[in-house]
């Protein structure tokens, strides 16, 4: 148990569907993130939550909707997807948002959410 | 964009064999971090270096950060079957991070 939870681990969902993703921590950090996770690529930053601020990849299809309530929880909003979608999808967090080098920027991930789109 | 570049993306030794895995960035990095992952599992924090030419150990792993800052590497001496997993370095070009694409380690018993 890292203290970064995800639900579920895994979901196969259709190109039509609405499906979300849950990520909770329990670490007193501030700031989550998604992050997409594609067989032989590296991990690609999809959103930061850093003190309730939203910042994005902007090479983010709009299907993808983050929604962060507050600094303990994160959600991604998954919607009419297509196959190149599936991946694992890690979330994460920090004790402060990436431009702080003083090693409050090491992130913490949750176990993936493996999603499989038909 | 700026990216972080690793090499190799594979790597297969022998048990007690030594394994070392390289990241480069075109620009200077404020840091670099270095993370593990386990087949089927998450990435997982090792270690950060932020101080030019700073080398840090643990146990068998010994890890740099190059004196320009645009490149770092982990060596790892005598390789044991519990290092099997892929290795991600992480540098920070900008006020953000990028990962490198890992280097797969496989190491035969």
């Known amino acids: 148990e890292t203290g970064v939870t995800q639900t579920p681990r895994h979901l196969v969902m259709g190109m039509t569907n609405k499906k979300s993703l849950k990520c909770e921590q329990h670490l007193g950090h501030n700031a989550m993130y998604w992050y997409k996770q594609s067989a032989k690529k590296p991990l690609e930053l999809m959103f930061v939550y850093s003190l309730e601020e939203r910042v994005e990849n902007n090479s983010v299809p709009s299907r993808f909707s983050p929604e962060c309530p507050n600094s303990s929880h994160l959600f991604l909003h998954l919607h009419t997807l297509q196959p190149e979608d599936s991946a694992l999808y890690l979330c994460?967090?920090?004790?402060?948002?990436?431009?702080?080098?003083?090693?409050?920027?090491?992130?913490?991930f949750g176990a993936g959410s493996r999603l499989t789109v038909l | 964009g700026q990216q972080v570049m690793q090499i190799p993306q594979y790597q297969h030794v022998q048990e007690g064999e030594d394994f070392t895995t390289y990241c480069n960035s075109s620009t200077t990095l404020s840091n670099i971090q270095w993370y593990k992952q386990r087949p089927g599992g998450h990435p997982v924090f090792l270690i950060q270096?932020?101080?030019?030419?700073e080398v840090k150990k643990q146990k068998r792993l010994t890890f740099q950060f190059g004196e320009a800052k645009k490149n770092s590497s982990l060596h790892i001496t005598a390789t044991q079957t519990t290092d099997v997993g892929t290795y991600f370095c992480?540098?920070?070009?900008?006020?953000?991070?990028?990962f490198g694409a890992g280097t797969r380690l496989t190491v035969k018993p």
């Open positions: 992480a540098g920070s070009p900008g006020n953000d991070m990028r």
């Open positions: 994460a967090s920090s004790q402060s948002g990436l431009a702080d080098f003083s090693g409050a920027n090491v992130l913490t």
């Open positions: 270096l932020v101080k030019s030419g």
